[in-house]
């Protein structure tokens, strides 16, 4: 849905653009520009429910006031929106202006719709743990917080989806035959999973924390209705590497659906990780790789697809471990003075 | 006969213990099952211990390795001269692999070492999947080495994937069911397989000759 973002003075973004792809993932070191990204998205997203400038009073911002200004993929492409900032704390304008070289028929307020419905999500294993109020039943919470309430009413209500979902989980958790939601007192409810031929259930606060989050990323890509774009950072949090290709297809089932047999619209995915064994199951698509590196205070974003190289670079390793290397770029340095003799130091 | 499989997914390690058991044509214990090494050179990084593990650890008969060959030197019947070894080529180097690790190994439970059984799928092991299949008829070991030396490749590894799997983006489960559909064409009769491609070939005849012993190279005496 978002084609392309650029940023101008946005907090280490000084002057940074990236393409993007149905799937992105995001790599880099801490405080290199990745949780930015995804603010950026989130923060259109607020901007988005307000009126535009021009319909209110428009403030008057200098000229190297923090701007992002976002493209949109057809049948958006006729629209650009940039946000303005007073600070880098506050994002309080949105101008869209029409461009000319888009084709795609789709208006700006159902673009808005779409943008209504970003969600960033930072999973909690405590909160998805957690007996759950079955009123919140609808859309999961950016915590995970309401797994049990949702499953209950995709239980009862949407029987193919439950199973859809519990299919899977099985699957990658073979330890576990069945799960099971239960009343905790009136209002809320709770889930448990049963350990594989046994009568032994094992209630949500006794999995592991790993298990707790791909349950809720089988459950987002389950869902019959998600958002627009998904933004969840660290996305291989707490799972055994091995299950990893399984969090790959469960996001590739929202980003390319049809790919996965699936007929509804396709989910924008921007997910951050700093696993090389999650990097090494991209290399058939280096294009939805989008490498965050910070050279000294400045941030900015670097394809893998500009390695021109890559093909003989990986006859001797990995794409994971050419990544840990740091010979792409994209992660963390520390000055240990090395290199630098007393003469230079500032 | 009791073997391990080294892979580089549960797909592929799904339609090769079916390909295995199809050359053997006896049954098959799995040893060490889900053995998983990540992809190209991880394989050859982890040989080494994978090989000494089951020679010590386990009472596995053989070890059968299989590998996509994506874009390296293929192995031709001219690698197969005595003492000869490309090191570009993955065959030759797994074989190496082989070779060096059971000759520093002791004999342990009753045998000498692990037996071998090396496979290369050129370029991708969905290369294997099409074979036999009249629309991709143009799918062989031989158009791809023509295509290399040409620098025109026929195909890319992504359209023979897309081939088979109908996607650039299948899932693990989609993955392995196109597998084993594929394969079974050749569970009756592996020949025409071996036939069009050379590096399933090699597995084949090392299977075979496991049965009889080996020579220090690694090759049926
Ligand atoms: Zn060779």
């Known amino acids: 849905m978002i084609a392309s973002i650029a940023f101008r003075n946005f907090k280490a973004l000084r002057q940074a653009s990236v393409e993007l792809c149905p799937f992105n993932l995001v790599v880099g070191p801490n405080g290199s520009g990745k949780s930015s990204l995804i603010e950026a998205f989130v923060r259109l997203r607020t901007l988005a429910r307000m009126s535009l400038a021009g319909e209110g009073n428009e403030p008057i911002r200098s000229a190297n006031a923090p701007e992002v200004s976002f493209r949109f993929m057809p049948p958006y492409d006729r629209w650009e929106a940039v946000m303005s900032c007073a600070s880098d704390d506050k994002c309080d304008v949105l101008n869209v202006f029409p461009l000319s070289n888009g084709e795609g028929e789709g208006t700006w307020e159902a673009l808005r719709g779409k943008l209504l419905r970003i969600r960033r999500f930072e999973l909690d294993h405590a909160a998805i743990a957690r007996p759950a109020s079955r009123k919140e039943n609808q859309e999961l919470k950016p915590d995970g917080g309401n797994l049990a309430a949702l499953l209950l009413r995709w239980r009862d209500q949407l029987p193919d989806v439950f199973s859809a979902w519990a299919t899977q989980a099985l699957r990658v958790f073979p330890e576990y035959d069945d799960i099971q939601i239960y009343d905790v007192a009136e209002s809320d409810v709770a889930f448990s999973l049963r350990i594989t031929g046994e009568r032994t259930r094992v209630p949500a606060h006794d999995l592991s924390q790993g298990t707790l989050y791909a349950l809720v990323v089988f459950a987002l890509a389950a869902d019959p209705e998600p958002p627009s774009v998904v933004c969840i950072e660290e996305l291989e949090r707490g799972l055994h590497p091995r299950i990893l290709r399984e969090v790959q297809d469960a996001m590739y089932s929202l980003s390319h659906p049809s790919s996965h047999g699936l007929s509804r619209e396709p989910v924008q995915v921007l997910a951050t990780s700093h696993s090389p064994y999650f990097l090494d199951l991209f290399r058939d698509h280096i294009e939805e790789i989008i490498l965050t590196e910070k050279l000294g205070s400045a941030a900015h974003f670097k394809k893998l697809t500009e390695r021109k190289d890559l093909g003989e670079l990986l006859e001797g390793a990995s794409l994971g471990d050419l990544w840990y290397t740091g010979i792409f770029g994209g992660v963390p340095t520390c000055d240990l003075g090395g290199t630098v003799s007393f003469g230079e130091r500032s | ?221």
């Not at chain 2, 040409?150 to 195909?155: A, K, N, S, V």
């Open chain 2, 1 to 221: 006969m009791k073997l391990a499989i080294l892979s580089e997914s549960p797909a592929d390690e799904a339609a090769i213990e079916r390909l295995v058991g199809a050359v053997l044509r006896e049954p098959l214990v799995r040893v060490q099952s889900a053995l998983r090494a990540r992809g190209w050179p991880s394989v050859a990084q982890v040989l080494p211990a994978v090989i000494r593990h089951l020679h010590f650890e386990t009472n596995a008969d053989g070890l059968v390795v299989v590998v996509d060959s994506d874009d390296s030197v293929v192995h031709t019947a001219e690698h197969d001269r005595p003492n000869y070894f490309h090191p570009l080529c993955r065959m030759c180097r797994l074989r190496a692999v082989f070779r060096q690790t059971t000759k520093k190994l002791p004999p342990a439970r009753g045998r000498a070492r692990v037996l071998r059984a090396v496979g290369v799928a050129v370029p991708a092991v969905e290369a294997w999947y099409l074979s036999g299949r009249p629309a991709d008829a143009d799918v062989s070991e031989k158009a791809w080495i023509d295509g290399q030396s040409r620098g025109h490749l026929p195909y890319t590894r992504a359209q023979l994937k897309f081939r088979v799997y109908g996607t650039d983006r299948p899932s693990l489960v989609h993955e392995t069911n196109c597998a084993l559909r594929e394969i079974a064409r050749f569970l009756p009769d592996t020949r025409r397989l071996e036939n069009d491609f050379p590096g399933f070939a090699s597995l084949a005849t090392d299977l075979r000759g496991w049965g009889q012993p080996y020579d220090e190279d690694g090759r049926v005496e």
